[in-house]
């Protein structure tokens, strides 16, 4: 059986990858919202959701996307402890991320105009929001279970981040016009970049690299197939009732 050797290059590697990940999503994010929320004041006229509760939303959620580039700097520069203190956090940020959502998703579901600037059926889109809220909050809670394990952990941490990137892809400029296969597609490219990156350093694929990616990128489609069925609108009309 081969051995898989750690050299001192292939740590420095690792640390710089997860370092230019954290920061290509932060981008990701800022180029796709900057309209709607990091730069509104300059786009008045640029379609936006008037609820605060999506304001806050933004900014918990700017705040774990700094914390992720953050904590993947302290890895990278070796203050593990730091690292581990703040981690405790995020576990904290990770939970407002979730019930946050939520209540966003279902917010703007109950809306008579749905979500904004999405030409779907609110209660049929209510599946994408609510699916990339159940994986994040489940990659994220395996990363913490799986934190003394760092290769699973890490994987985790970033897959679970990935998660959440359609939405501020579909809103880069020209991307909407491609429907959902053009943003999700470029969301994916995200997961390949790992896949590459395990092949490169580990020769063959991590097994949460395998499975999370898997999982992802097959809840996809999963997801569009699912929103159009009278199991899905019967639950997503249930989930609506009385939220305003």
């Known amino acids: 059986m081969a051995t898989l050797v750690i050299t001192p290059a292939a740590v420095s590697a690792e640390r710089r990858f997860y370092s230019g990940m954290a920061l290509a999503i932060l981008l990701a994010v800022l180029v796709g919202f900057s309209r709607t929320f990091f730069l509104r004041p300059l786009f008045p006229d640029a379609a936006s959701p008037h609820e605060t509760i999506f304001y806050v939303h933004g900014a918990v959620a700017t705040a774990w996307l700094l914390l992720f580039v953050v904590q993947t700097r302290l890895v990278a520069t070796g203050r593990t402890r730091l ?10 940020l990770a939970a407002l991320m979730v019930v946050l959502g939520l209540w966003g998703a279902l917010t703007a579901a109950s809306r008579a105009t749905g979500f ?30 799986r934190r003394r394990d760092l290769p699973a952990h890490k994987r985790w941490m970033l897959l679970g981040t990935i998660n959440f990137l359609p939405a501020a892809i579909a809103r880069w400029p020209g991307v909407a016009g491609g429907g959902p296969l053009a943003f999700l597609a470029l969301t994916d490219l995200f997961i390949v970049a790992l896949a590459l990156h395990d092949l490169r350093s580990r020769r063959r694929l991590h097994p949460v690299t395998l499975g999370g990616g898997l999982l992802l990128i097959a809840s996809q489609p999963g997801r569009l197939a699912l929103s159009g069925t009278d199991a899905w609108l019967a639950f997503a009309q249930w989930a609506t009732r009385g939220v305003a």
């Open 83 to 92: 690292h581990r203190r703040m981690g405790v956090f995020g576990a904290g």
């Open 116 to 145: 904004v600037g999405v030409p779907v059926p609110p209660l049929r889109f209510l599946v994408v929001p609510l699916f990339d809220v159940a994986l994040f909050g489940l990659f994220v809670a395996l990363a913490i279970v």
